[in-house]
């Protein structure tokens, strides 16, 4: 079973609108992170936001924010006034900090955003 | 400047042949990873290391040889490259994880192909 499921392999928005990339993980671990990264057409990753397993409020950082649904499983990024320069990959990752995992990063096969003018 | 290199950028080479990937980084991270990224597949762990001289296998190690003899090096060796091989490889460092935020920090990539 994939660990990590990103069911949006493309997604549109327009420029200034609000659009969420869907995130469902599968652990038993009580202890785990959950990241979103972003890979422009350049092609290098770049961290967006973290979100513990652990945290009681869901995590932001700018325009960016983490959707957490502990119950459910999900953990779905949220980009609020999209710009041109949001266009790009986005892959969702988990780390399970516990069960011999040594902490190694499980990534979804990732989301392609693209921002309409 | 501080952070993690990759070279070479771009490679080509032929079945058969021996390639390494070299990996840098001046943060002295504990933990360095290697990832291959394949369409349709996302990102793989191919091998990761949480010191030096302390390496095991990732997802798909197969066809791969890594070493770290020290902290801020973590070669990845392809001893017979195959075709299949071929692939955008991603080397990555992270300090010991906890349980806060420490997320991986990335290369620039190495495209390699096989001919």
């Known amino acids: 079973a994939q660990k990590i499921t990103q069911t949006q392999p493309g997604m549109f928005v327009q420029e200034k609108e609000a659009v969420t990339l869907d995130c469902t993980y599968d652990t038993s671990d009580p202890s785990y992170g959950l990241f979103w990264y972003k890979q422009p057409s350049s092609g290098e990753m770049i961290f967006l936001i973290y979100?513990?397993?652990?945290?009681?409020q869901n995590a932001t950082e700018g325009r960016y924010s983490l959707n957490f649904q502990k119950a459910r499983k999900s953990a779905n990024l949220v980009i609020s006034a999209s710009q041109l320069g949001d266009s790009a990959m986005y892959f969702c990752?988990?780390?399970?900090?516990?069960?011999?995992?040594?902490?190694?990063?499980?990534f979804g096969k990732g989301t392609l955003l693209t921002v309409n003018p | 400047d501080a952070g993690i290199t990759q070279s070479p950028r771009y490679k080509i080479t032929e079945t058969g042949r021996q390639v390494t990937l070299m990996c840098h980084q001046t943060w002295s991270h504990s933990y360095m990873f290697w990832y291959r990224q394949d369409l349709g597949h996302g990102l793989r762990l191919i091998y990761y290391s949480a010191a030096a001289d302390i390496t095991d296998k990732g997802e798909v190690p197969d066809g791969y040889v890594v070493s770290r003899s020290k902290t801020e090096n973590f070669p990845l060796t392809l001893e017979s490259a195959t075709r299949s091989q071929t692939s955008v490889y991603f080397c990555?460092?992270?300090?010991?994880?906890?349980?806060?935020?420490?997320?991986?920090?990335f290369g620039n990539g190495t495209r390699l192909t096989v001919t």
């Open positions: 990752a988990m780390r399970e900090n516990s069960g011999g995992s040594n902490y190694k990063l499980t």
């Open positions: 990555a460092s992270s300090v010991i994880p906890g349980t806060g935020n420490s997320p991986l920090h």
């Open positions: 979100q513990g397993s652990y945290d009681q």
